[in-house]
Structure formats: structure tokens, C-alpha cells
């Protein structure tokens, strides 16, 4: 790839492809709306401010508000000729002192697009299982100070895995036409104190990963068991699944294309 961005088409816009990592905490989510800022919101006016063009941000994954990322990717077409260096640090810069940072800026194919051409999604949760209050990890984690058996906690999720009818695991307001998705992996590991869960998907449902997180936290503290929890996905109804597990300990890792 060469420093300048190429034309998406002859004397076209260029299509950028951004890298984001962020802080949800203070923004009411990726998607741009009008009860507080958003991360969308954020990284548009920065780009607006560096090249003049109002555009409009494509992301892989609308993260809800207090979700963070580590590797969301978006896309903006531009058509300024820029530099793949400057559009990075420029965009970096008129987002000081906001938590949001794009790592990596490259010119793309009009043909990509950051949602519809993706093929994967990542996503990982933390819990801090400890007695000990949050000091570091406050709001990037989820504090539970009773014991949990990680162990029957992935036995559990390994029943989610597959192709299933989610609705037991999908929000009130979620607007996906259809309650159908495929779990690809959800593991459960535990490393001292920390209770990792990581899932990848296509796609997911609103809310679904923390809550099938919820649940999951339900078996490891041994209120329930695996079999408790194949009740609830073939039950199809939200109320028979555990409680939603906070925003804070949720992270957008990746996409794959």
C-alpha cells in the first residue's frame, strides 16, 4: 500500500478504512444520537475539522454505551487527497483529549465495507474475581468477589455454541429481524484473578454476549447448572435467562474480513 490513499474510482472519493480502540465510558455508544456524544460522533468531527468534508462513519459493530474496543474498524469516503500517515495522526489529534484513538488508517477498495463485508466478530469480557474492590480496573471489568468455578462456566457455554434460536439472550429493543445466529466459539478461562470470556460470531444480537455472560456468572457461582441453562436457550423467552452482565468488562476485539 502506498502512503497516498488511490481513488475509488476514476477522479472518485477515497474509501478510508479505520482501526479504533476506545474508552466507552463517556459516550452513549458507537452510534451517533442526540442524548449525549458518541464515539461515531467524535471521530466524524475530527475528520470534518482535518479535511473539511462532512462524512459518515460505517462501523463493523455498534458497541452500546460504556462497551469499549480494542479493534473496531469503520470506513469514510473522502475525497481530499490525503495520506494514510496524516489521516491517523490527524484524526488522533482533533480527538484530544477524548479516549478514542485510531490506530491504523488505510486506503481501501470501494468494495469493502466495514459492516456488510465482515465475516467475524470478536469479543471479549473480564471479570475480577476477587474480595478486593476495583482499583485499575474500574469500569473495564466486572467485580464479582464470590468464588467462580470457570471450569462449569465454559462447560456451560459450550451449549450455546452452534446455530440456535437466541431470544433468550436478546434484548427487549433489539432490532435484528430474526432471533437465528451462530455461536462460533464462547470459552471461559480463567488466569489468576481474571475470568476471561471470549465469543465470535458473524453476528451478534443486541446484548447477547453480556447476556449470555449473565448466565454463565449464574453457573459459576453454582445457582445453576449447564442444564439449567440449555433450559433457558430452548425456552426463547428473556426472562429465562440470567441478568444482564454490566457494559464496563465488555471489549470489541476484532474483525475478521
Given at each position: ?21 476506545y474508552d466507552g465510558r463517556p ?38 454505551a460504556g462497551v469499549h474496543a ?60 476477587r474480595k478486593a474492590p476495583l ?123
Open positions: 500500500m502506498s502512503a497516498t490513499g488511490t481513488s475509488a474510482g476514476a477522479g472518485g472519493p477515497t474509501r478510508w478504512r479505520l482501526l479504533i480502540e459516550f452513549v455508544g458507537w452510534q451517533r444520537q442526540d442524548n449525549g456524544p458518541s464515539v461515531q460522533g467524535a471521530i466524524e468531527a475530527a475528520i470534518q475539522r482535518f479535511c473539511g468534508e462532512t462524512v459518515t462513519l460505517f462501523a463493523a459493530g455498534r458497541t452500546d480494542r479493534g473496531q474498524v469503520a470506513h469514510f469516503d473522502c475525497a481530499k487527497p490525503l495520506e494514510a500517515r496524516a489521516v491517523r495522526d490527524a484524526v488522533n489529534h482533533h480527538l484530544r483529549p477524548q479516549p478514542v484513538a485510531i490506530l491504523t488508517a488505510e486506503a481501501v477498495d470501494e468494495t469493502f465495507h466495514a459492516r456488510l463485508s465482515a465475516r467475524q466478530r470478536g469479543y471479549l469480557y473480564r471479570i475480577v474475581n482499583a485499575l480496573d474500574a469500569g473495564r471489568a466486572w467485580h464479582i468477589a464470590k468464588p467462580l468455578d470457570a471450569e462449569a462456566m465454559h462447560a456451560a457455554a459450550q451449549l450455546l455454541v452452534g446455530h440456535h434460536d437466541f431470544t433468550s439472550f436478546r434484548a427487549s429493543l433489539c432490532q435484528a429481524k430474526s432471533p437465528l445466529k451462530t455461536l462460533d466459539r464462547l470459552d471461559v478461562v480463567r488466569d489468576g484473578d481474571e475470568v476471561r470470556v471470549t465469543a465470535r460470531a458473524r453476528s451478534f444480537l443486541h446484548h447477547q454476549v453480556r447476556n449470555m455472560v449473565g448466565t454463565l456468572a449464574q453457573v459459576g457461582e453454582g445457582r445453576w447448572t449447564a442444564d439449567d441453562v440449555r433450559t433457558a436457550l430452548e425456552a426463547r423467552d428473556r426472562s429465562a435467562a440470567g441478568p444482564t452482565a454490566p457494559a464496563d468488562g465488555l471489549f470489541f476485539t476484532d474483525v475478521v474480513y
